[in-house]
């Protein structure tokens, strides 16, 4: 009896021992499948996304307290402003709108910080209109360029540069305005960082008017033809028979 007392003693000492043990590793570990961590990180200490919706994923790192690496930690992802951009719970970053913001990743008390910067990089350019006749020195025409990223998001707040290739022709004010100056062509640039269009600006008067039958013909010192009136039998060459009020702009090669 003693020696099945004794042994029976020894078997509960002996289990209780491993179940210490067993509680010492969990505890030990960070949360069941990694060592104790000392330290998070990221590889950098920011991130740039240059258009709206763009993502990227972040990846961490961590010291254990042995200083050993381990990577891609389980870790809770925050924003500071999400009105900026969001993460997920897997720590993919959303850019919303242009500013700049951090992204935080918590394991416990253990912190890291990486800057998420989105600016909208323009690959597209366009102006609202790519021709502009003017008949009167001294008219204005207000021009208006749009700018979008590679998703095809609009530029919220684009910085635009309006130029004009030939000042004594027409020129242009910061807002897109351009104003007749001279008889001639000149064109007006719009740039934006790297990305330019193109508008064509005339400015010219009738040089020559030529009355035909129930229609009229007219050449403008910028050698544009023009033609109006009736058309049924399609003289205007325009190539319809539509009748014109107002003069209509005659293609160069147009034959007669």
Known sequence: ?????????????????????LVAIVLGCDDGTSPPLSSLSFS????????LG???????????????????PS???????????????????????????????????LTANISVVVHQKPTNLVVSINKVRFENIGDTAQLYAAASDALGNVLLDPNLNWISSNTSVATVSP???????NLGTTDIAVEVENVSAMTN????????????????????????VYCWGNNEHGQIGDGTTTEHDRPKAIAEDRLW
């Not at 600006?201 to 009355?211: A, K, L």
């Open 1 to 21: 009896s003693l020696l099945n007392n004794t042994s029976s003693i020894r078997l509960f000492l002996a289990i209780r021992k491993l179940s210490l043990v």
């Open 201 to 224: 600006i005339t400015v010219s008067h009738w040089d020559r008017i030529t009355p035909g039958y129930k229609m009229t013909c007219g050449i403008r010192t910028s050698h544009e």
């Open 175 to 181: 807002s897109g305005l351009v104003t007749a100056i």
């Open 44 to 51: 950098s200490t920011s991130i740039t996304l240059s258009s």
């Open 54 to 72: 763009e993502t990227y994923q972040l990846k961490i790192s961590a010291k254990t307290t042995g200083n050993g690496d381990f990577q891609n």
């Open 75 to 109: 870790v809770e992802w925050s924003s500071v402003n999400t009105e900026i951009a969001e993460v997920s719970k897997t720590g993919l970053v959303t850019a919303v709108t242009n500013g700049t913001t951090e992204i935080v990743a918590r394991k416990g008390a």
